[in-house]
């Protein structure tokens, strides 16, 4: 297989998510075709996605490599500059001087208003933050998550409607989306998962309820004088907390599947 084909794939891959996957492809084509900046790049990202020190270490190696095969690669160097201002300078003080070095050579190198320069503003600006804006990020990125849910909620209500009026669904062949959305269906189908798929598609109000409901007994436990202090109630989130594990095994599985069909489609293509 030629490498701009490795390439391809690796691009593919890392766009569901599938860094594993990417590593793999990214690896197989060094072996094959001989080091290569690409290549080095994407194998880079791929561990760096991961956000685990380890993964960290072999994107820079990676990294490090490609440069060296071509120093003014402004992929590799700008990926190499978001590590670096990722990762602790107390801990990683050598990381924290080639950031430096790094945006003043992709500031000689890329033109203003270029793909890469806003790539070093969002990493700068990033690294840049004090506390309190992690905190306004944080509840920004929570809130987000929930709007996701729930949007990922009502989809699921939509399709399990469907499914029970018995709608023949479309093959989810490779989107993302719809294949998250089948995983769901799937997972929670059957009685047992009844409560589940009630709860899902009245989120807003189980919410309400379920706060009162939790937030009414512990007084009640506590005034009673059966207890000083309580806790119990909280238990009665168990059940939404279930149904939104469910939602989230649906996410990785949907990601899972697409991925094995992507690699399917690049084995089946590929084929000698």
């Known amino acids: 297989m030629e490498r701009q084909q490795y390439v391809e794939r690796c691009s593919e891959l890392f766009a569901v998510g599938g860094y594993e996957a990417v590593r793999t492809a990214a690896e197989a084509g060094l072996k094959e075709s001989g080091p290569d900046p690409v290549l080095f790049r994407w194998l880079g990202q791929a561990h760096a996605a991961e956000d ?24 590799l160097m700008v990926s190499y500059l978001e590590l670096c201002l990722r990762s602790d300078s107390f801990e990683y003080p050598g990381r924290a001087r080639r950031a430096v070095i790094l945006q003043e050579r992709i500031e000689e190198l890329a033109p203003p208003g270029s793909t890469e320069r806003e790539r070093v503003d969002d990493a700068t600006g990033w690294a840049g933050r004090g506390y309190w804006d992690d905190l306004n990020l944080a509840v920004a990125h929570g809130q987000a998550q929930q709007a996701a849910t729930a949007e990922q909620s009502v989809l699921v209500t939509g399709a399990l409607r469907r499914a029970a009026r018995g709608e023949s669904s479309e093959g989810t062949g490779e989107d993302l989306r719809a294949a998250e959305l089948a995983a769901a269906v799937e997972m929670l189908q059957g009685v047992r998962n009844a409560p589940l798929r009630l709860l899902l598609a009245h989120r807003v109000e189980a919410y309400v309820l379920t706060f009162l409901a939790s937030f009414g007994l512990n007084k009640v436990l506590v005034w009673s004088g059966v207890l000083d202090f309580s806790l119990w109630g909280w238990l009665l989130w168990a059940p939404i907390l279930m149904a939104e594990a469910k939602l989230r095994q649906a996410k990785k599985l949907g990601q899972e599947r697409v991925i094995a069909r992507i690699q399917a489609r ?3 293509t590929h084929l000698p």
């Not at 685990?52 to 992929?75: I, M, N």
């Open 52 to 75: 685990d020190d380890d993964h960290d270490r072999d994107a820079e190696t990676a990294y490090r490599k490609g440069l060296a095969l071509a120093e003014d690669d402004l992929g």
């Open 266 to 268: 690049h084995d089946k």
